[in-house]
């Protein structure tokens, strides 16, 4: 479905990136799989056909347009104040993180989220002088349905001399995240660190800590799989004066008040896609592996729920309730606002 900045119900834009092959693969032999069709936003698998709003890499469009094309108008929407979320969505090792820019290990200045750090600090400082903003991050991951605070310092362990030896000890975290919805709808994730940020380097340095912190572990398919989501989520307040234009020379007149915005944008990098039993895993794994799958399979039935504009003017119920990932974006993927998917494939 394409997507119209002003349109008045949601729209989800679908993207495919096919990354190259690593040098891993090419040792192995391993060949492209997936073939762009000439010209067109569609890719074949085989005998079947898929067609999305936009192909990238791989003979598809450069990978270098999709911040412009898919996520660029998801940060103009922001100060309009329109929710957004952009999800990368992938099996392991299709290159989720590293498209999401999520990943310290490929350096944070590659990837969609420095981008868009860029493009939202370009974009303040051309308005600062009528507009007053306000910007906050948080970054949490949802591991085995909790939500877990990549920010937080409190819960880090600290390091501290002993019988005159540094030592780490583990400082208790805070209470458990819990997900809220205010009687206007607006989700919040009572307990977790919002981080009031005036610069580009400090939405960096917030960036740079959460991915460090983020939980990785290892399967049978990339031994630095990552089995959470991982989001980071920009709000944006501004606080705009608003006056009456003279029509004598074209300036500022009256004081009208004062016009006030909120929007967020989550930026998701989810866990890998795979079904459990080709991970090779069991117990514990198995056991993430089946939460890792209900909110994947929650994202996806609420997707396509929004996605069927016949079923939501008839009202159709849509089924946030059903995992974590799902009810915490909740008044961002629905209503007004604006969705990206970016399926990942190698
Ligand atoms: N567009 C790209 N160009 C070059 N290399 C890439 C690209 N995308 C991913 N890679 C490489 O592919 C490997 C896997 O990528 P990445 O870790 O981002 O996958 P992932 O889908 O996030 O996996 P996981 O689910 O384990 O987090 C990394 O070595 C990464 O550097």
Not at 61 to 64: D, G, L, N, P, V
Not at 224 to 227: A, D, E, G, K, L
Not at 271 to 275: F, I, L, P, V
């Given at each position: 479905m394409e997507m119209t900045p002003s349109s008045e119900i949601c729209s989800v834009k679908v993207a495919l990136h096919i990354r190259p092959l690593v040098a891993d693969e090419r040792l192995q032999g391993c060949k492209d799989c997936v073939s762009v069709v000439p010209r067109l936003p569609q890719v074949q698998i085989g005998t079947h056909s898929f067609t999305f709003d936009h192909v990238y890499g791989n003979g598809g469009?450069?990978?270098?347009a999709m911040f412009e094309q898919c996520v660029a108008p998801l940060v103009d929407g922001l100060f309009q104040g329109y929710n957004a979320t952009v999800l990368a969505y992938g099996q392991?090792?299709?290159g989720k993180t590293y498209t999401m820019g999520t990943g310290f290990k490929d350096g944070c200045?590659?990837?969609?989220i420095p981008q868009v750090m860029d493009t939202l600090f370009n974009k303040i400082e051309t308005l600062k002088h009528q507009t007053e903003f306000q910007l906050h991050v948080s970054f949490i991951e949802i591991l085995k349905e909790e939500v877990k605070d990549l920010?937080?310092?409190?819960s880090e362990s600290k390091s501290v001399v002993a019988n005159g030896h540094p030592a780490k000890v583990a400082v208790p975290g805070k209470p458990a995240i819990q997900i809220r919805e205010a009687s206007n709808g607006v989700i919040t994730l009572a307990g977790s660190t919002e981080v009031a940020v005036s610069t580009l380097q400090e939405m960096a340095a917030c960036l740079e800590k959460g991915s460090l912190s983020r939980a990785t572990g290892s399967t049978n398919m990339n031994n630095?799989?990552?089995?959470s989501h991982a989001i980071f989520t920009i709000t944006l307040e501004q606080m705009r004066k608003l006056h009456s234009v003279s029509p004598v020379n074209d300036t500022p007149d009256e004081d009208m008040g004062e016009e006030y915005f909120c929007a967020k944008l989550h930026l998701v990098d989810l866990?890998?896609?795979?079904?459990a039993k080709r991970t090779g895993t069991g117990g514990l794994r198995l056991k993430e592996g089946i939460h890792i799958n209900k909110g994947l399979l929650a994202l996806g039935n609420v997707i396509s729920a929004l996605g069927d504009e016949k079923k939501q003017k008839e009202g159709m119920h849509v089924p946030?309730?059903?995992s974590k990932l799902t009810r915490l974006l909740q008044d961002s993927l629905g209503g007004n606002s604006k969705t990206v998917s970016l399926h990942q494939s190698c």
């Open positions: 469009a450069e990978s270098s392991t090792g299709s200045q590659t990837g969609l920010l937080d310092s409190a630095q799989s990552s089995r866990a890998g896609s795979e079904r946030y309730r059903d």
